[in-house]
């Protein structure tokens, strides 16, 4: 290891005593009550988390026999889960991978050895029986398919990346193949990330270059050759200030850790060694704090860091450390997160039978809303439809306040956005198909001339369905405002009452004062 090196693995463990409200981030596991047993996780030998979780639902792949199988609970689900229990289990071979939607929390995604992709729809409460027919099948792939990611803003827009070396963009509502990178990479890719504004994709690859690539003009625009030395697999993330954080491993096989701006990727900005472990290092990017969470398989530690414009920039925070390992793990979205016990983060744990959640709190005296733990999050409602993003726009995330105990709505988004026109196609796993939907939702594997008719078609019964749909959900929408709101008043009453007593505390103390008693 270089001296360079070496000084900022020491600067790393320096940065332990500098400021920060994350400096006591404390992780604790939950009690075994409230674990869910007898999960049969996958043995896939496959670098994946294996598990997704939203504020309403956890999934994880699991072992089955003849083909692939993940299955899906509410997210209050706890203790043994039954042999029987019903599990979505459409594939022909292992699942892969699996992701839920950002924009709707009963739509996942999963992608498996069978070189499909499927989107299935997750009725509230979870599953009664067996699902084995998709709403939509994406077939595009020669080989199996290994990665799975949502854009972060525009609705119904998926990236599928393959051992084919091919990366695919998908317009989920039509089923309709939109960009596809054949020659970006000459070998297998291990990691893909949006960017905060679904401009731009970075990736990693078998041959050690870090890429950032416009998926919609097919463009590389920056390439860095030996991200990492080693010839293990890597991981990058985009973060939100445009800087992407890579893992990998060293020439003598130390994991490490790496920052990268990307005006210049000829050097990182810091670049780490942690250990000797043969894990893949999976990074959890929360951009509201601006942490990043590294969780290996097969270690029994979590490691978690601040990102900040001050050097060394990554600044490690603490670990997490448990006597069993894990075999993947699941990261919830901020909206699940309990505000109320100032909970920040929280990991899903897979055991080789069980799912441990596993909660990352800022230790606070007030039980007042902590505002500075947080900023408001990207919320259920997409910036932009997909036919706005592939005609070239791009939004940053719409953001919503975690303010008043905020919990996910159950349905109020999931509505909204079912009446925009490219999402007829979600309808068709709740029920009965309609003629039209069932056109809509046709997998298709690469855009025709047949899909481009279907949809002309179409568009009557797509508005008809809008316009219903958007006058039925009025009276409600305006119900959910109001009851916001009068969360919000309580929140600000709360605040003015500890004032008032805190004012009175203060003047009594001053009489005494004066009085000459103190």
Same mark, same amino acid.
């Given at each position: 290891?270089?001296?360079?090196?070496?000084?900022?693995?020491?600067?790393?463990?320096?940065?332990?005593?500098?400021?920060?409200?994350?400096?006591?981030?404390?992780?604790?596991?939950?009690?075994?009550?409230?674990?869910?047993?007898?999960?049969?996780?996958?043995?896939?030998?496959?670098?994946?988390?294996?598990?997704?979780?939203?504020?309403?639902?956890?999934?994880?792949?699991?072992?089955?026999?003849?083909?692939?199988?993940?299955?899906?609970?509410?997210?209050?689900?706890?203790?043994?889960?039954?042999?029987?229990?019903?599990?979505?289990?459409?594939?022909?071979?292992?699942?892969?991978? *699996?992701?839920?939607?950002?924009?709707? =929390? !009963? %739509? /996942?995604?999963?992608?498996?050895?069978?070189?499909?992709?499927? #989107?299935? @729809?997750?009725?509230?409460?979870?599953?009664?029986?067996?699902?084995?027919?998709?709403?939509?099948?994406?077939?595009?792939?020669?080989?199996?398919?290994?990665?799975?990611?949502?854009?972060?803003?525009?609705?119904? *827009?998926?990236?599928?990346?393959?051992? =084919? !070396? %091919? /990366?695919?963009?998908?317009?989920?509502?039509?089923?309709?193949? #939109?960009? @596809?990178?054949?020659?970006?990479?000459?070998?297998?890719?291990?990691?893909?990330?949006?960017?905060?504004?679904?401009?731009?994709?970075?990736?990693?690859?078998?041959?050690?270059?870090?890429?950032?690539?416009?998926?919609?003009?097919?463009?590389?625009?920056?390439?860095?050759?030996?991200?990492?030395?080693?010839?293990?697999?890597?991981?990058? #993330?985009?973060?939100?200030?445009?800087?992407?954080?890579?893992?990998?491993?060293?020439?003598?096989?130390?994991?490490?850790?790496?920052?990268?701006?990307?005006?210049?990727?000829?050097?990182?900005?810091?670049?780490?060694?942690?250990?000797?472990?043969?894990?893949?290092?999976?990074?959890?990017?929360?951009?509201?704090?601006?942490?990043?969470?590294?969780?290996?398989?097969?270690?029994?530690?979590?490691?978690?860091?601040?990102?900040?414009?001050?050097?060394?920039?990554?600044?490690?925070?603490?670990?997490?450390?448990?006597?069993?390992?894990?075999?993947?793990?699941?990261?919830?979205?901020?909206?699940?997160?309990?505000?109320?016990?100032?909970?920040?983060?929280?990991?899903?744990?897979?055991?080789?039978?069980?799912?441990?959640?596993?909660?990352?709190?800022?230790?606070?005296?007030?039980?007042?809303?902590?505002?500075?733990?947080?900023?408001?999050?990207?919320?259920?409602?997409?910036?932009?439809?997909?036919?706005?993003?592939?005609?070239?726009?791009?939004?940053?995330?719409?953001?919503?306040?975690?303010?008043?105990?905020?919990?996910?709505?159950?349905?109020?988004?999931?509505?909204?956005?079912?009446?925009?026109?490219?999402?007829?196609?979600?309808?068709?796993?709740?029920?009965?198909?309609?003629?039209?939907?069932?056109?809509?939702?046709?997998?298709?594997?690469?855009?025709?001339?047949?899909?481009?008719?279907?949809?002309?078609?179409?568009?009557?019964?797509?508005?008809?369905?809008?316009?219903?749909?958007?006058?039925?959900?009025?009276?409600?929408?305006?119900?959910?405002?109001?009851?916001?709101?009068?969360?919000?008043?309580?929140?600000?009453?709360?605040?003015?009452?500890?004032?008032?007593?805190?004012?009175?505390?203060?003047?009594?103390?001053?009489?005494?004062?004066?009085?000459?008693?103190?």
């Amino acid at each position: 290891m270089s001296a360079g090196h070496a000084l900022s693995g020491m600067s790393f463990r320096r940065g332990v005593v500098r400021q920060s409200k994350f400096r006591h981030v404390f992780a604790q596991a939950w009690k075994a009550e409230h674990c869910i047993d007898d999960v049969r996780v996958s043995r896939v030998t496959w670098d994946s988390p294996l598990c997704a979780v939203n504020p309403k639902f956890i999934a994880v792949i699991i072992e089955a026999g003849g083909g692939g199988a993940f299955l899906v609970v509410p997210i209050s689900k706890s203790g043994r889960i039954d042999q029987f229990c019903p599990t979505v289990c459409g594939h022909a071979a292992p699942v892969l991978d *699996i992701q839920w939607c950002p924009h709707d =929390d !009963n %739509v /996942i995604a999963s992608a498996s050895e069978d070189c499909t992709v499927k #989107v299935w @729809q997750i009725p509230d409460g979870g599953l009664t029986s067996p699902v084995t027919d998709a709403t939509v099948t994406l077939e595009g792939h020669s080989k199996r398919v290994g990665l799975l990611a949502w854009h972060p803003t525009a609705f119904n *827009i998926l990236l599928t990346a393959g051992c =084919d !070396n %091919v /990366i695919c963009v998908w317009n989920v509502g039509t089923g309709e193949l #939109v960009y @596809q990178l054949d020659d970006a990479h000459p070998d297998l890719i291990y990691s893909v990330s949006w960017n905060k504004d679904g401009s731009a994709i970075c990736t990693v690859c078998k041959d050690k270059a870090l890429r950032v690539i416009d998926p919609r003009r097919g463009a590389v625009l920056k390439v860095r050759e030996k991200v990492h030395d080693g010839t293990r697999p890597m991981r990058a #993330v985009f973060l939100s200030d445009g800087k992407i954080l890579t893992t990998g491993f060293s020439r003598m096989s130390e994991r490490q850790l790496a920052l990268w701006d990307t005006k210049d990727l000829s050097e990182p900005m810091v670049i780490q060694e942690m250990d000797t472990s043969n894990g893949v290092l999976l990074p959890f990017y929360d951009p509201d704090t601006n942490m990043v969470y590294l969780c290996g398989k097969g270690d029994c530690t979590i490691r978690y860091f601040e990102v900040t414009d001050e050097s060394p920039y990554v600044h490690f925070l603490s670990l997490y450390s448990s006597k069993e390992p894990q075999r993947g793990a699941g990261f919830l979205s901020k909206r699940g997160v309990d505000v109320n016990k100032c909970e920040i983060a929280r990991f899903y744990k897979l055991h080789e039978r069980k799912v441990e959640p596993i909660s990352m709190t800022v230790p606070r005296k007030s039980d007042l809303f902590q505002g500075d733990l947080y900023p408001d999050t990207a919320g259920l409602e997409p910036a932009l439809l997909a036919d706005e993003w592939i005609a070239g726009q791009d939004a940053p995330p719409l953001l919503v306040s975690l303010s008043g105990g905020y919990t996910a709505p159950p349905s109020k988004h999931r509505d909204t956005l079912r009446s925009k026109p490219k999402l007829v196609s979600q309808d068709s796993g709740t029920g009965a198909v309609p003629p039209s939907a069932g056109n809509v939702a046709a997998p298709t594997s690469t855009p025709t001339s047949a899909t481009k008719e279907t949809e002309e078609e179409t568009p009557q019964p797509r508005a008809a369905t809008r316009e219903m749909d958007g006058n039925g959900e009025r009276p409600k929408r305006e119900d959910d405002v109001l009851s916001e709101l009068l969360a919000e008043m309580k929140a600000l009453r709360a605040v003015v009452l500890a004032q008032n007593q805190r004012i009175e505390l203060l003047e009594r103390q001053l009489a005494r004062i004066e009085d000459g008693d103190v």
